[in-house]
Nanobody, 123 residues
């Protein structure tokens, strides 16, 4: 499975961005896809995750009500719609895929990663 993120950029606080994670290869083997973010000097933390088959979702508390994760099976793409962005959302955002059911919160439980896309929110 290959993952390619896009959609990052510079936005003012209160603005919106939509990230895309396009997958190719053995996409039928995907169990779940997660979005993670990593700010300089900090750990890589999960932001949201979605079950590829059922569409069930998870959000970390700090983004609930602002971010929405979704998937388009026909396009093999997962999206992260980010609204009401805050400066503390600034980070490199990564998408990652699991090929079997494991913990959605742990980076080590994901099998494939994209290269990341920078999101910068100015105050």
């Amino acid at each position: 499975v290959q993952l390619v993120e896009s959609g990052g950029g510079l936005v003012q606080a209160g603005g919106s961005l939509r990230l895309s994670c396009a997958s190719s290869g053995r996409t039928f083997s995907m169990y779940a896809v997660g979005w993670f973010r990593q700010a300089p000097g900090k750990d890589r933390d999960v932001v949201a995750a979605i079950s590829w088959s059922s569409g069930n979702t998870y959000y970390t508390n700090s983004v609930k009500g602002r971010f929405t994760i979704s998937r388009d099976k026909a396009k093999n793409t997962v999206y992260l719609q980010m609204n009401s962005l805050k400066p503390e959302d600034t980070a490199v955002y990564y998408c990652a895929a699991q090929t079997r059911g494991r913990n959605w919160l742990y980076p080590n439980d994901y099998d494939y990663w994209g290269q990341g896309t920078q999101v910068t929110v100015s105050s």
